[in-house]
């Protein structure tokens, strides 16, 4: 006599017994399919429970549909109980292969817990072009004002700027995709792209999203799967840096690399109380889901383990501008042998406050990140690096085909390679002055280079770049 093998959904009239074949004729044991009720108990309360949570409205109207269908998946999926074999390999195989429906129930709480904390209500919505949604968000209720220290408060004044910078007040609109609806936010709003399930759904952990993945900063060649062609000082105490990035759209392999170019501003030591500001402008497709090139902050103060995270994805930047939206698309882009484009990002330390104030394009102020948020860049920055960095995830057992910057190498130069131009440093008394030492180098050369230069219109420059996987670099 066949023992009956039966999942959830037969026993509410869906698959039928003959649809599964057991591999061996005789019955298991009784322990066996005393496993068996009870797993098939468990998967209909399992059932039962998520029909409650759904019945109950336990996930907001306003979510897009992707929740919704994806508990209707979880419903379904959750129905189909393992069948167990008197074969122990199978068994082990079927054990590896459940599906845990509790789990996943779980991580859909936790992305709407995440969203409502992320996403404050607008006042104004508008649609981007390339599909973002830009949320106009009051200033005082983004998420840095969240933080315990800065609860009630309002932004601040804008503050001195570094002697020697001359911004020509170039409109910051010009920079991004969103702008070209022609909308705008309302002053005493800033923009803020609308951070969505999908989003989170792509991420490899929901409690790290927005985060790096540790060590981004390169200090030697052995550097995980990162790599990177950098310029950078050291060996003096810094008080900002400024620098003209070439915006480029290099194509990244897969959802789990990225490539970026950007600015460094570093304190403490390589360990865990490595402090860093960043920004500069990014391809991620695990982040943005797309392959756009978007502008980007970041930072850490224990070398991107607990604290820190991109953009306004946690409580941190304080942005004041209601024209720039971090984290969205820049346009125009250069092209290879066509026009170039660039971007200027200056970093200062306020003099008077001791916060660290982001200028994007020419004379736009963007926001600062609180002093209070780090230890040793309460008072300064004892390196800064520029240049690029991509993930190499190997696939398929090679090196990556993801293009750093313009996907050339620097030797062929300008139109061709990407560069950094106009290079320069905030010294004690918030001067703006060259670089004196500048030091470049990178991991992998025959992925990617870097070659430096000075001249009297770029001043302290560099080409860097490549595009991955080539001959050379198999």
């Known amino acids: 006599m066949k023992c009956q093998k039966r999942s959830c959904l037969q026993v509410q009239g869906g698959l039928s017994a003959g ?85 996943e129930l779980q991580k859909l709480k936790a992305i709407k817990s995440r969203l409502k904390k992320i996403n404050k209500p607008a006042i104004k919505t508008i649609q981007s072009p390339d599909g973002d949604i830009i949320d106009c968000v009051e200033t005082h209720l983004q998420l840095a004002f969240d933080h315990p220290k800065l609860k009630g408060q309002r932004p601040l004044d804008p503050p001195v700027r570094p002697n020697g910078h001359n911004p020509n007040g170039m409109r910051s609109e010009d920079f991004q995709l969103w702008s070209f609806s022609g909308e705008s936010c309302p002053e005493g709003t800033i923009p803020i792209r609308r951070t969505t399930e999908e989003d989170m759904l792509r991420a490899s952990s929901v409690r ?86 978007r502008f980007f902050t970041y930072w850490t103060t224990d070398a ?43 970093v200062w330390k306020d003099p008077k406050h001791g916060n660290w104030w982001l200028e994007f394009g020419s004379g736009v102020l963007v926001g600062y990140w609180p002093s209070f948020l780090f230890t040793h860049l309460r008072d300064h920055a004892s390196m800064v690096q520029f240049g690029g960095e991509v993930v190499n995830s190997r696939p398929s057992g090679f090196h990556t085909s993801t293009q750093m910057g313009s996907g050339h190498f620097a030797g062929e130069g300008f139109g061709k390679a990407s560069y950094f131009r106009n290079l320069q440093v905030v010294d004690w008394d918030n001067n703006l002055i060259p670089l004196s030492n500048l030091r470049v180098l990178a991991d992998h050369p025959n992925c990617y280079d870097i070659q430096g230069g000075i001249n009297r219109v770029w001043g302290n420059y560099f080409y860097y770049g490549g595009p991955g996987r080539n001959v050379r670099c198999p």
């Open 304 to 346: 991107y383990q607990a604290t820190g995270c991109y953009n306004l994805l946690c409580s941190g930047f304080v942005q004041t501008n209601n024209r720039v939206a971090i984290g969205a698309a820049i346009s125009p882009t250069s092209g290879y042998n066509g026009g170039q484009f660039d971007i200027s990002l200056l």
């Open 208 to 293: 790290r999203f927005g985060r790096k993945p540790r060590r981004h900063v390169r200090r030697d060649t052995n550097s995980n799967g990162h790599e990177h062609a950098v310029g950078y000082v050291s060996g003096d105490q810094y008080y900002g840096a400024k620098a003209s990035i070439n915006v480029w759209a290099p194509k990244v392999a897969n959802q789990y690399e990225f490539s970026l170019s950007q600015m460094w501003v570093i304190s403490g030591s390589f360990g865990d109380d490595l402090n860093t500001i960043e920004a500069g402008w990014q391809v991620s497709p695990e982040l943005y889901g797309d392959n756009y090139p």
């Open 19 to 103: 649809d599964i074949k057991p591999r061996h004729k005789w019955c298991l044991h009784f322990d066996h399919n005393r496993r068996r009720k009870q797993q098939q108990q468990q998967c209909k309360q399992t059932q039962k429970d998520l029909q409650k949570q759904t019945t109950k409205g336990s996930f907001s109207s306003n979510m897009t549909p992707i929740v919704p269908i994806f508990l209707f998946f979880l419903l379904v999926s959750s129905s189909i109980c393992p069948v167990y074999s008197s074969d122990t390999s199978n068994q082990q195989n079927a054990t590896n292969q459940t599906f845990r429906p509790e789990e």
